[in-house]
């Protein structure tokens, strides 16, 4: 973990986009997870046909009445914008404390402003954390919490992230089974159980996105001017987390109500996703992409910065134990009159292949059957 001194920070020059805001994504699909659980054979199939047409559309969609209470949600946000406003050195001081368990190189932790360690920057800071079979975040976790030298609010904040994994994980894994379902598979848990395994290489990012530094400026000294121009969106838009898919099974993101997140669609053209703190929303991620063959679509998304105010989003990412071979689903292929898309290999191989890669990088491309090493 790349720990910078304050001033390094400030001299990074981050990507600006000149592009016009895209428009708002008109349709996004809502899945009504209590229909599925309340609503009888019928309901519960209609619900499953639905997440599958919205995996084959945008890989994308919106996730209600999951029963997550609505009280923790609050209290995850409160406590991930308590940490984030913390001095520089104290969020950097937990993330040696946090980071200190793991191997050296590893990405968890805290850090700001670079993405993984290729060379990628967004006007973002995060907690990057590791979820344990538990349903802990270990990453922050302290040997001997009295002798805890984390600041208290990130020791509320890992406890609330705690209780918040085992809510969210299970959601995942009920929209996981709604996908087998949909896709008449024999084997229900086929995907849910790869995030069920106690090795399951999950993990747990809160993102924070401050303000665009230029209408902070501005908000104080002509608050009308900097208002117009972050609703217009107009000029140049930040990039808080360039465009990517996310490598893992299921991605599950919330959110509070400043935008900023948008998707690519199928015909390369981006939409802006309006916010909803009282929802979910799921990625399909390439894993996913790839035991399906290919019928489920690993979602392109990015952060686009232009708010006056902070962004907080918490994903939690549903990944496979590392030795898992991954390969298309054989009754899939069968499906797809024998066409094997893609080859197999294993999550530890695809992510040391992601590792190496950039963010935007098509990485799938490399697994392809036609691919050639
Ligand atoms: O912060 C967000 O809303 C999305 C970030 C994201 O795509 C990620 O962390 O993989
Ligand atoms: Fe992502």
């Given amino acids: 973990m790349v720990v910078l001194a304050k001033g390094e920070l400030e001299q990074i020059a981050l990507p600006a986009a000149v592009q016009k805001a895209p428009p708002p994504l008109a349709d996004v699909p809502e899945v009504d997870l209590a229909a599925a659980a309340g609503g009888g054979v019928r309901g519960r199939e209609a619900v499953a046909r639905a997440v599958v047409a919205a995996c084959e559309g945008h890989g994308f969609f919106k996730v209600t ?8 949600l609050a209290r995850v946000e409160d406590a991930a914008e308590a940490f984030f406003a913390l001095p520089q050195l104290e969020k950097e001081a937990a993330t040696t404390v946090a980071a200190a368990p793991a191997a050296p190189g590893s990405p968890f932790g805290y850090a700001s402003k670079r993405i993984g360690s290729n060379g990628d920057l967004g006007w973002v800071e995060y ?9 802990t975040t270990a ?5 001997g919490d009295e002798a805890s030298s984390l600041p208290p609010v990130s020791c509320s904040l890992r406890d609330l992230l705690d209780e918040y994994v085992v809510s969210v994980r299970a959601m995942a894994c009920e929209v996981l089974g709604l996908m087998a379902e949909g896709l008449g598979l024999e084997e229900k848990d086929v995907f849910a ?3 069920l395994d106690k090795e399951s290489d999950s993990m747990l990012r809160v993102n924070h996105y401050p303000p665009r530094p230029e209408l902070k400026q501005s908000a104080a000294s002509a608050p009308a001017a900097a208002a117009a121009a972050a609703a217009g969106g107009h000029g140049s838009r930040l990039t808080g987390f360039g465009e990517h898919t996310d490598p893992q099974i299921i991605s599950v993101l919330r959110s509070n109500d400043t935008s900023g997140l948008e998707i690519s669609l199928r015909d390369g053209s981006w939409a802006a996703v309006p916010p909803d703190r009282n929802s979910f929303f799921v990625n399909v991620g390439d894993a996913l992409q790839v035991l399906t063959n290919g019928r489920f679509r690993s979602v392109r998304h990015r952060v686009m910065v232009s708010s006056l105010r902070p962004r907080v989003s918490v994903i939690f990412f549903g990944g496979p134990p590392p030795q898992e071979r991954l ?25 040391s292949w992601a590792y190496r890669t950039k963010l935007a990088e098509n990485r799938l491309c490399h697994f392809e059957t036609a691919a050639r090493d």
């Fill in 139 to 143: 990453a922050l976790s302290v040997p």
């Fill in 193 to 195: 159980r790869l995030v």
């Fill in 65 to 72: 009445g999951e029963g997550v209470p609505t009280e923790l």
């Fill in 127 to 135: 907690l990057l954390l590791g979820v344990t079979a538990a349903g």
């Fill in 327 to 351: 390969a298309p689903l054989p009754s899939l292929v069968a499906e797809d009159g024998g066409r094997r898309r893609y080859r197999d290999f294993t999550w530890r191989e695809y992510k």
